[in-house]
């Protein structure tokens, strides 16, 4: 990765911390900050924000963040929408690598805006309060809920591997999958140190769950183990790896030997989004950039650490699975690791894969009820969103005894939860947002409902790098616009230029070929800007410049003389 650091020694213009405030900063006095930082990001990876962040640490925060469910999942939606595996492996390194440039290009910013909050600081120090308003927006309702939708969906289709059951319809899948979720919600509501706890234990499974798969490929090719015919697939020595599969290599409908190439991009970008999925989290570490020691000097060595790191993870793990199964039997394996388990030890290895991913899915699922329960309600302490969802624990005593004599469902939340927690010895859900959680989680139900497993993999990435490219794009301004802002860090040019134009032609493509995907995006910003515009008052605004102008109209005509000639008396 061609990139140059330039540290500056004479500062033309430093940042004033006033300038940028921490979202999470509005929700506490300064007498609990220090128990507030015990429930961030990093401290949910098992790594301490009191002493300030690390090298190492903002390291683990990347790695941690991207390898989990996605590479378990992903990869049939990639084999799907591509030719052959030797294109689908190709998608899974030009994802990563994309996800480096993105990442490279948010170190500059966030080692020249060194705060806590990522992409929704950048946004709004770049373009002002309005996009960040969008972005939180389309977070809350969209990224984060399809997200959790997505993770609880793939627990359920693992659970059933492990049971060796078979969907009816889809709707066993779904029915297990919103189990997950409310189980998982309501473990947040009752305790925060639970959940807490659960993640650090399922975050080092997931890791090891990667690792086993690697080894135990690399220990069938050795050994050839199960060689009676019912163990490893010989597609891998005996087909080409680039050749388009057709006839009886692949079940696909799709004839990629008469497709044209305007089509085939809209299917590449597919592919691309689903890998995209799995290297969700590169800019996990701008999340706590202001808690860092070093920022400047820390940042972008994490980033070119660990990036690598996940991109040679994925690649083995995507190599395994085309040297163990037959390749026309991957797109159409959801739950792909328990596949790769039964083909190489039996039933037992279908199970224990079973048991390991739909762990690593529970940890990523609670991890993300965590964290976007807190992300709406900083959003709604900055005012980005209804203010319903503010748990100020200065407000919560007064507000939620009214809540609670209004509406019975918030009531027996409350009593359920307080009773709940006495007898674990835990914290009560009075210390956590639960209608925050409560609402994403209702809308993560919807998507289970109403969505499947590609279409909210390609709804996730338009969103996403939709504000990607808004961002790092806005990176790239500044650098024209403010040239006496301080960079301690800065890569090469042509980084940013080439994530920008990948992902502009990404969401472009992607809307065209996925439209229905698009048109819910759509709707939903448009939401959002009314509710910006709402928020700031702009409707009542334009109605009463209405109404002056027509009062002074009315006023014109009233004086204006009659036109009609004055007869004079003979």
């Given at each position: 990765m061609a990139?140059?650091?330039?540290?500056?020694?004479?500062?033309?213009?430093?940042i004033?911390d006033n300038?940028?405030?921490?979202p999470?900063?509005?929700?506490?006095g300064d007498s609990?900050?220090?128990?507030?930082?015990?429930?961030t990001?990093?401290n949910i990876l098992g790594?301490?924000t009191?002493?300030q962040?690390t090298l190492f640490?903002?390291y683990a925060?990347l790695?941690?963040g991207?390898?989990?469910?996605g590479?378990?999942?992903?990869?049939?939606q990639?084999d799907k929408?591509?030719?052959?595996?030797?294109?689908?492996?190709?998608?899974?390194l030009?994802?990563?690598?994309?996800?480096?440039?993105?990442?490279?290009?948010f170190?500059?910013?966030?080692?020249?805006i060194?705060?806590?909050?990522g992409m929704?600081?950048?946004l709004?120090?770049?373009?002002?309060?309005?996009?960040?308003?969008v972005?939180s927006?389309i977070?809350i309702?969209?990224?984060?809920p399809s997200?959790?939708?997505?993770l609880s969906?793939?627990?359920?289709?693992?659970?059933?591997?492990?049971?060796s059951?078979?969907?009816?319809?889809?709707?066993t899948t779904?029915?297990?999958?919103?189990?997950?979720?409310?189980?998982?919600?309501l473990?947040?509501?009752i305790?925060?140190s639970?959940?807490?706890g659960?993640?650090r234990?399922?975050?080092?499974?997931?890791?090891l769950?990667?690792?086993?798969l690697?080894?135990l490929t690399?220990l069938?090719?050795?050994?050839?183990l199960n060689?009676?015919?019912?163990?490893?697939?010989?597609d891998?020595r005996t087909?080409?790896?680039?050749?388009?599969q057709?006839g009886?290599?692949s079940?696909?409908?799709?004839?990629?030997?008469v497709?044209?190439?305007?089509?085939?991009?809209?299917y590449?970008?597919?592919?691309l989004?689903a890998?995209l999925?799995?290297y969700?989290?590169?800019d996990?570490?701008?999340?706590?950039?202001?808690?860092?020691?070093?920022?400047?000097?820390?940042?972008p060595?994490?980033i070119h650490?660990?990036i690598?790191?996940v991109?040679?993870?994925f690649?083995?793990?995507?190599?395994s699975?085309?040297?163990?199964?037959p390749?026309n039997?991957i797109?159409d394996?959801?739950?792909i690791?328990?596949a790769?388990g039964?083909?190489?030890?039996?039933?037992s290895?279908?199970?224990?894969?079973?048991?390991?991913?739909?762990a690593s899915?529970l940890g990523s699922?609670?991890?993300n009820i965590f964290?976007t329960?807190r992300?709406?309600v900083?959003?709604?302490?900055?005012?980005?969103?209804?203010?319903?969802f503010v748990?100020?624990q200065?407000?919560h005593?007064?507000?939620?005894?009214?809540?609670?004599?209004k509406?019975l469902f918030s009531?027996?939340?409350q009593?359920l939860s307080?009773?709940?927690?006495?007898?674990?010895r835990?914290r009560?859900?009075?210390?956590?947002p639960v209608k925050a959680?409560?609402?994403?989680?209702?809308?993560?139900?919807?998507?289970i409902v109403?969505?499947?497993?590609g279409?909210l993999v390609?709804?996730i990435g338009?969103?996403e790098?939709?504000?990607y490219?808004?961002?790092?794009?806005?990176?790239l301004?500044?650098?024209?616009?403010?040239?006496?802002?301080?960079r301690p860090y800065q890569?090469?040019?042509?980084?940013?230029?080439?994530f920008?134009s990948?992902?502009?032609?990404?969401?472009i493509r992607?809307l065209?070929?996925?439209?229905?995907?698009?048109?819910v995006?759509v709707v939903l910003?448009?939401?959002?800007?009314?509710l910006?515009?709402?928020?700031?008052d702009y409707?009542e605004i334009?109605a009463?410049?209405?109404?002056?102008l027509?009062?002074?109209?009315?006023a014109?005509?009233?004086?204006?003389p009659s036109s009609?000639?004055?007869?004079?008396a003979p």
């Amino acid at each position: 990765m061609a990139s140059n650091s330039r540290m500056s020694s004479d500062r033309e213009q430093t940042i004033d911390d006033n300038d940028f405030q921490d979202p999470r900063a509005a929700l506490i006095g300064d007498s609990d900050r220090e128990a507030f930082d015990q429930d961030t990001t990093s401290n949910i990876l098992g790594v301490s924000t009191t002493s300030q962040l690390t090298l190492f640490s903002a390291y683990a925060i990347l790695v941690g963040g991207q390898i989990g469910s996605g590479i378990f999942s992903s990869p049939s939606q990639v084999d799907k929408n591509v030719p052959s595996p030797g294109a689908a492996l190709l998608v899974w390194l030009c994802g990563g690598l994309l996800a480096w440039t993105g990442a490279a290009s948010f170190a500059e910013l966030g080692a020249c805006i060194p705060v806590n909050g990522g992409m929704q600081e950048y946004l709004e120090y770049i373009y002002g309060d309005f996009l960040a308003s969008v972005m939180s927006w389309i977070w809350i309702v969209a990224v984060k809920p399809s997200s959790m939708a997505i993770l609880s969906i793939i627990f359920a289709e693992y659970w059933m591997g492990i049971n060796s059951m078979k969907a009816q319809n889809g709707w066993t899948t779904k029915l297990i999958a919103l189990g997950a979720l409310g189980v998982l919600l309501l473990a947040n509501c009752i305790s925060s140190s639970f959940s807490t706890g659960l993640t650090r234990f399922l975050f080092y499974t997931k890791l090891l769950t990667v690792c086993f798969l690697v080894l135990l490929t690399f220990l069938v090719l050795a050994v050839e183990l199960n060689k009676d015919g019912k163990g490893v697939s010989h597609d891998w020595r005996t087909k080409p790896w680039f050749s388009h599969q057709s006839g009886n290599d692949s079940d696909s409908d799709l004839k990629w030997d008469v497709m044209s190439s305007w089509d085939m991009l809209g299917y590449y970008t597919t592919a691309l989004y689903a890998g995209l999925w799995a290297y969700s989290g590169w800019d996990s570490a701008n999340l706590v950039a202001g808690e860092m020691r070093n920022t400047a000097r820390d940042l972008p060595r994490a980033i070119h650490f660990a990036i690598p790191t996940v991109i040679v993870a994925f690649l083995l793990a995507n190599l395994s699975y085309y040297l163990i199964l037959p390749w026309n039997s991957i797109h159409d394996s959801d739950a792909i690791a328990v596949a790769v388990g039964k083909k190489t030890l039996g039933s037992s290895g279908g199970v224990m894969f079973a048991l390991l991913v739909s762990a690593s899915c529970l940890g990523s699922l609670n991890i993300n009820i965590f964290i976007t329960g807190r992300l709406t309600v900083a959003s709604a302490q900055h005012g980005y969103i209804p203010r319903i969802f503010v748990m100020a624990q200065e407000e919560h005593t007064q507000h939620s005894k009214d809540l609670s004599n209004k509406f019975l469902f918030s009531k027996l939340i409350q009593r359920l939860s307080t009773s709940t927690a006495l007898l674990m010895r835990t914290r009560s859900s009075l210390d956590a947002p639960v209608k925050a959680m409560v609402f994403n989680s209702l809308l993560a139900a919807i998507f289970i409902v109403v969505g499947t497993f590609g279409g909210l993999v390609t709804f996730i990435g338009l969103a996403e790098y939709l504000f990607y490219f808004l961002t790092v794009l806005g990176g790239l301004t500044l650098r024209f616009t403010k040239p006496q802002l301080v960079r301690p860090y800065q890569p090469n040019i042509i980084v940013p230029i080439i994530f920008c134009s990948v992902s502009s032609f990404l969401v472009i493509r992607g809307l065209i070929h996925s439209p229905a995907q698009g048109a819910v995006l759509v709707v939903l910003i448009g939401l959002g800007i009314v509710l910006h515009l709402y928020k700031h008052d702009y409707f009542e605004i334009w109605a009463t410049k209405r109404r002056h102008l027509s009062d002074a109209s009315s006023a014109v005509t009233l004086e204006q003389p009659s036109s009609r000639p004055i007869l004079q008396a003979p």
